[in-house]
T-cell receptor, first 111, second 114 residues
Framework: DAKTTQPPSMDCAEGRAANLPCNHS???????VYWYRQIHSQGPQYIIH???NNETNEMASLIITEDRKSSTLILPHATLRDTAVYYC????????????FGRGTSLIVHP | DGGITQSPKYLFRKEGQNVTLSCEQN?????MYWYRQDPGQGLRLIYY???????QKGDIAEGYSVSREKKESFPLTVTSAQKNPTAFYLC?????????????FGAGTRLSVL
């Protein structure tokens, strides 16, 4: 699976959009982009995933560049409860799925 | 409720003692995983199982053992050979196939050495 690069930390004001970038320049054509988040002392939680089209669900939006070498997770109206570590993962479709969680981006939402 | 349950939430181990962490899921998932997380670090894979009665070592399997006798259960034993067991342990499960192979995590077990 392709390696990802994320900034170690970011901060955002409550009520504003939080835009978390992820670089995956070696991504292959059949690899999906997944995002999870981990609130302190809890297990990670799935947020969203996509292949090449932009995706949106009740939690967030995922914007994948046309060349698929990078993506951005958008939390449209961040709240204090969105303070967490956010992990970007890429993986192939089908077959074995052994995801690797790096250090992610620590997002702090402040009042 | 459907989900994945880890117990206990906190566990203390004495020197030379083996301890077992429980992980149960009622999601009918084929695949289950154990991860270890140290403070400020990402998750490191200990063991995983794609199907009942089969499991494979992850990146840091030394000092740990697992079993997968039932689809819904994947207990992890931290043996006395694991010299630095203090960490946050996370169990996860996933359908084990298809593109939407989303992992679901338990709440974790925090293990400390007395």
């Amino acid at each position: 699976d392709a390696k990802t690069t994320q900034p170690p930390s970011m901060d955002c004001a409550e009520g504003r959009a939080a835009n978390l970038p992820c670089n995956h320049s070696t991504i292959s054509g059949n690899e999906y982009v997944y995002w999870y988040r981990q609130i302190h002392s809890q297990g990670p939680q799935y947020i969203i995933h996509g292949l090449k089209n932009n995706e949106t669900n009740e939690m967030a939006s995922l914007i994948i560049t046309e060349d698929r070498k990078s993506s951005t997770l958008i939390l449209p109206h961040a709240t204090l409860r969105d303070t967490a570590v956010y992990y970007c993962i890429v993986r192939t479709s089908g077959g074995s799925y052994i995801p690797t969680f790096g250090r992610g981006t620590s997002l702090i939402v402040h009042p | 409720d459907g989900g994945i349950t880890q117990s206990p939430k906190y566990l203390f181990r004495k020197e030379g003692q083996n301890v077992t962490l429980s992980c149960e899921q009622n999601l009918n998932h084929d695949a289950m995983y154990w991860y270890r997380q140290d403070p400020g670090q990402g998750l490191r894979l200990i063991y995983y199982s794609q199907i009942v009665n089969d499991f494979q070592k992850g990146d840091i399997a030394e000092g740990y053992s697992v079993s997968r006798e039932k689809k819904e259960s994947f207990p992890l034993t931290v043996t006395s050979a694991q010299k630095n067991p203090t960490a946050f342990y996370l169990c996860a499960s996933s359908p084990g196939h298809l593109a939407k192979n989303i992992q679901y995590f338990g709440a974790g077990t925090r293990l400390s050495v007395l």
